[in-house]
């Protein structure tokens, strides 16, 4: 026994002990990863060795239905995009065909469409902040970013009828003009949600255990942001000044005095802290746009792009006419392309058109950030524990309906 004891080498039992990896998949039914995406990782123990990522099958085939439907009969697609943060689609989208038919809506359409984005945004950011809190255990912080969006779903919906896929930008305007009451029932609600990001910042952005869950993990520089093509908080969290609303102004953004949160690492509490601030920002603009709010119409004046009054359609031949090429043939822009970019919750969104004249788009094509955006996330899980996917999933706050493919 002596003689075997002598001959035998640790190192020999550990080199078998750790020859072989395990490859396991998350997802698509991992209630973190929305139903669709699916992550093969290969793991030596609890560290990720190599990370393959498939964001699924989810694929309305939203690009061609555009291809298919009048210009207007688009709008209710860009819903299903990011429908966390659907006002925001419909304004890209609106403001893509705009510029085709080289025009601008009034003053007060453009402010109205600044306020709700930025409500929409906050409940876009509150929804991601919420989740990825409860996913690390932090179960009342995301109550009270839940109860805070609760009230943004109620003042979107008493303007536009809905509180998901609310289909309320036009081309040329709006539906309808905010409901009387609207302005005081913003500001009262605004109390409030500042209340909530008060109790949820004392409750978690100085908690040891979420601080030490988030930071250093899943750094991202700002050469690799860029050359990955991330927008949006996930590119600020690097330390890069990009927002389309101050790089390319649009609906009078150049008018509202704003900053631009940026992080330092590119970590995960970076990205984290650039949506809660971004909150903060957006409150800062829609109290602006209230204070500024002009009178005025909220349609431009051609009845070949917005549906002329229902009185003018009852009792007039011109009016009646009006309709009736609107719906059978819809709006038809000059022939030409475009592509206009928001700022969306997740990053750029952008819509590439393409008309050949006719009432039908030719050519549609959405940039969508959350798609771009998982080009990275395999690379930026490797070397991390498998208990860090979750919240680096969180912090990319991929939208199936963006990722439609």
């Not at 869950?213 to 690097?238: F, K, Q």
């Not at 800062?284 to 500024?292: H, K, N, T």
Request: proline letters at 5%.
């Amino acid at each position: 026994m002596g003689e075997v004891r002598n001959n035998w080498k640790p190192q020999d039992l550990g080199d078998s002990l750790h020859s072989k990896t395990m490859v396991l998949n998350l997802g698509p039914a991992h209630p973190a990863t929305h139903g669709t995406v699916r992550l093969v990782v290969e793991l030596d123990g609890e560290r990720i060795e190599r990370a393959d990522v498939d964001v699924g099958y989810l694929h309305r085939g939203f690009e061609k239905e555009c291809e298919n439907c009048h210009y207007s009969q688009v709008i209710p697609y860009t819903d299903r995009l990011n429908y966390v943060s659907p006002i925001i689609n419909n304004v890209g989208y609106c403001l893509a065909v705009e510029q085709l038919f080289e025009i601008e809506v009034p003053e007060r359409s453009q402010y109205i469409r600044v306020i709700l984005s930025e409500l929409s945004r906050m409940s876009d950011h509150m929804t991601c902040l919420g989740a990825a809190a409860m996913e690390l255990g932090a179960f009342t912080v995301m109550l009270y970013l839940m109860q805070g969006r609760e009230l943004l779903y109620e003042l979107i919906e008493s303007v536009t009828g809905a509180r998901l896929t609310i289909s309320y930008v036009r081309v040329g305007g709006l539906k309808e003009d905010l409901p009387d009451g609207f302005a005081a029932g913003v500001k009262e609600r605004l109390v409030k949600i500042r209340d909530l990001l008060t109790q949820a910042d004392k409750l978690l952005t100085k908690n040891r255990i979420f601080i030490d869950r988030m930071c250093d993990v899943g750094v991202i520089s700002a050469d690799e942001a860029v050359g990955y093509g991330l927008t949006g908080p996930i590119l600020r969290a690097s330390g890069v000044n990009y927002d389309v609303r101050k790089v390319f102004p649009y609906s009078s953004y150049d008018r509202f005095n704003f900053d631009v949160p940026l992080g330092t690492k590119g970590d995960n509490f970076d990205r984290f802290l650039v949506r809660f601030n971004e909150i903060n920002e957006s409150i800062r603009i829609i109290e602006q746009g209230l204070a500024a709010l002009p009178g005025g119409p909220i349609n431009v004046d051609d009845t070949k792009i917005i549906m002329p009054p229902k009185e003018e359609v009852y009792n007039s031949i011109e009016g009646m006419i009006s309709q009736f090429e609107l719906v059978f043939r819809g709006i038809e822009p000059p022939a030409g392309d475009t592509y206009f970019a928001v700022e969306g919750g997740n990053g750029e969104v952008g819509f590439y058109l393409v008309s050949d004249g006719t009432g039908t788009p030719y050519r549609c094509r959405v940039r969508p950030p959350s798609f771009i955006h998982m080009g990275i996330f395999g690379p930026l899980v490797e070397g991390h524990m498998i208990a860090d996917i979750v919240p680096l999933f969180g912090m990319i706050n991929m939208i199936g309906g963006e990722c439609d493919r």
